[in-house]
């Protein structure tokens, strides 16, 4: 117990010394897991709306494959994104593999799903009755999805948590194409892994504490957003 303590204890050491070492690589996690989540959402949210208030055929074999992708184990992500960037793979000759680029697709890839998934389960849920009262207001397709972003702002704020969530907390995947380089592609996740395995546990924690940290911050951010929400 007291290696646990003390462990803890030069955690907190080396979070308040602003060890450059630990906080080059939070800032790189950020920046991978951000921008990720920015780009899923660009695709993902669109996709799920239009999922949500269309009907065509097919559609019930994509929403299968979205919902498989939804689930799908990181490290078959992280092994099918490394065939395809490896040198003898159709974008090998991008040379891709190894850096923060395929670490920011294989998130991506991760992201994506979850978030067409649950906005698709949550358009497809209320869209008709908002759809209807703007229809009635006499707005246009535009005005119309607008409005429909506004209403599910709060359920759409919980998908955007949770595709954060995965991407920030991801290994296997971005250990693949991403190697642990260190200063190039060491993201959090896989230094706790590398310290680990190495026995240094209060390095460990501290990178540990700060990832809590900004799952707290991301959660409280969700949490003023709905209490926003119901006192509207």
């Known amino acids: ?22 906080y080059g690589i939070v800032g790189l996690s950020l920046f991978v897991s951000l921008l990720a989540v920015f780009i899923s959402l660009l695709i993902g949210i669109p996709l799920g709306m239009g999922l949500g208030t269309r009907n065509f055929r097919g559609k019930g074999i994509i929403l299968r494959i979205i919902y498989t992708f939804m689930s799908m184990p990181p490290v078959i992500a992280g092994l099918f994104l490394f065939l395809i960037l490896m040198r003898r793979g ?6 891709l593999n190894y850096t923060v680029t395929a670490m920011i697709i ?24 908002i759809l209807r009262l ?5 707005g246009s397709r535009w005005s119309n999805f607008l409005l429909l972003l ?12 949770s595709g954060f969530g995965r991407a920030i907390s991801e290994v296997g995947a971005v250990m693949i194409v991403g190697g642990n380089i260190t200063g190039k592609t060491r993201v959090m996740t896989t230094y706790i ?15 540990g504490i700060i990832l809590l940290l900004i ?14 929400g119901e006192t509207e």
Request: hydrophobic residues 45%; neutral net charge.
């Open 1 to 22: 117990m007291d290696y646990i303590l003390d462990g803890i204890k030069k955690a907190f050491e080396l979070i308040a010394s602003f060890d450059s070492e630990i």
């Open 90 to 95: 159709p974008l090998g000759r991008y040379q």
């Open 106 to 129: 294989v998130q991506i890839c991760l992201v994506t799903p979850i978030i067409i998934g649950l906005t698709y389960n949550l358009v497809r849920d209320k869209a008709p009755e």
């Open 134 to 138: 703007g229809v009635t207001l006499g």
């Open 150 to 161: 506004h209403d599910l702002r709060r359920g759409l704020a919980a998908a955007v948590v």
């Open 193 to 207: 892994a590398e310290l680990k395995s190495m026995g240094d546990y209060s390095r460990a924690i501290a990178v």
């Open 215 to 228: 799952s707290f911050i991301v959660n409280t951010f969700l949490y003023q957003v709905q209490q926003r």
